[in-house]
């Protein structure tokens, strides 16, 4: 079995992990300190969010130079530094590769931007607008066209983020060898692998048509999943990690059942991808800024959909992008609450089929920040939405206290000191004023701690081939309160139950075999967010 099938992820989040030299923004040498912190619970590799060179105006979604890693976060031996120590504790590390779209400061887009025959013109989506209006009617993810125009030449360039976005044209045969070459000198590096940032939108319906619908259009029916995406995918491979002992898991924005084998199934593309249902299914038609309340029939007919339509899966409820899991998906009314729907949540997505992916502090059970004005925000995406809707502005709050990303992107809560322990200056983001009761210092001393339970999570998925080999199935498909199934292999059966609800729970009926976990004292009644783990190992 490959390592990344064994293994437990752990996101980092770079600006908000540690900062190590009281500037109030996380480093490299911050993470470094905190390494032996995440072998003790049990991590086997870590996905490290862009640290490269960058403007920052997408917090290093938008890269000026893909080989030199970011003043803030530190220098290149301090990266390389880092490797040694992740790897000397036997953890894997996995950087992210963000080749969509570069920043409008790397030299390639500097280059193209100057002139119509320059060389590097290609590299990016370059054309006449239509009537004195964009090329197209695209909307962007950030902003309301996906088109800017640029005085220097008189044409408009497409950005399907923001506008210091600019989308890289994978067409052009020079550009996708230099983004392989750029590849290769990271794993010869000695890195483990690449998460790929929204590899699905990577080609683009060359004749770039309108979408449905006036004055923008949000259509990724012409930019995810064009039919050259698999050309891409397998030519990069081969270039790149054929004969490695490395891994790639892919953002698979707009990825579903039908399609999704298309980029696992033979191991000629990706080896694991990211698929969003779940992240997308609390947004009314769709819309992520208009929450609507959890549905627990819904979250376990995606989850039992996607463990049947692929072998395997990553699993994970929360990510840089994400409201905080127990704020979304769990209760925080009281402390009570708050640890157990941790824990129980943990147990529902951690003994599923797959590789877990933990992002920074949920192991905590770290919650959604209490914002009280704008200057508290720093998410592109947030700000973006908060000034187009400034007629409507108590529901765009709405939304951005629900779902905004700041929301995960506060400091890592190490201690009860001032700033969490994250930094001994104010954050470049504030910390969240939970921090006194919510941190690891603490939650280390305590038993009954989320992060003491994370621990017994992960030791138990290690201890079996069950939880990695093992076979799924939905058990109680109905029950409007228990999300439960069973995980069975060569003997060895393990039956997972969960009340996901605020309300206790009658368990429909008397489960044979030890308890290997959980998050409550077992009884025929399990009570709000219990769970309990049987098994016969
Ligand atoms: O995210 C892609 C993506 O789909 C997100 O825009 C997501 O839909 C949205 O943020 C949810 O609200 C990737 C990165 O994960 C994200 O941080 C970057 O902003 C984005 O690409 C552009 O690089
Ligand atoms: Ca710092």
Known sequence: MPWWKERVFYQIYPRSFMDSNGDGIGDLRGIIDRLDYLKELGIGAVWLCPVYDSPNVDNGYDIRDYEKIMSDFGSMDDFEELLREMHKRDIK???????????????????????????YRDFYFWRDGKEGKEPNNWASFFTPSAWSFDERTGQWYLHLFAEKQPDLNWENVSLRREIYEMINRWLDRGIDGFRMDVITCIAKDPALPDGKGTPYAFSPEYFAFQPKLHEYLREMRKKCFDGRDCMCVGEASFVNTGNADSLVGDGRELDLIFQFDLMDM????????????????????????????????????????????????GNTGTEELRTRSAKCLATAMYLLRGTPFIYQGEELGMTNFPFEDESQLRDVESINWLNRNRDNEEWAWRGIRAKGRDNARTPMQWDSTEYGGFSTVKPWIDVNPDYMTVNAEDEDKDEDSVLNYYKRIIKLRNSSDVFKSGTFKLLYPEHEQLFAYERCFEGENVRVVCNLSGQGCKLPEKTDGKILLSNCEPAEILPPYGAVVYGNL
């Open 93 to 119: 590390l996995i950087m992210d590769l963000v080749v969509n779209h570069s920043s409008d400061e790397h030299r390639w887009f500097k280059e193209s931007a100057a002139s119509k025959d320059n060389p």
């Open 282 to 329: 609390d947004g009314r038609n769709g819309n992520k800024w208009d929450p609507i309340p959890f549905d627990l029939m819904r979250f376990k007919q995606i989850i039992d959909r996607w463990q049947q339509a692929i072998d395997w899966n990553t699993l994970f409820l929360g990510n840089h992008d994400q409201p905080r899991i127990v704020s979304r998906f």
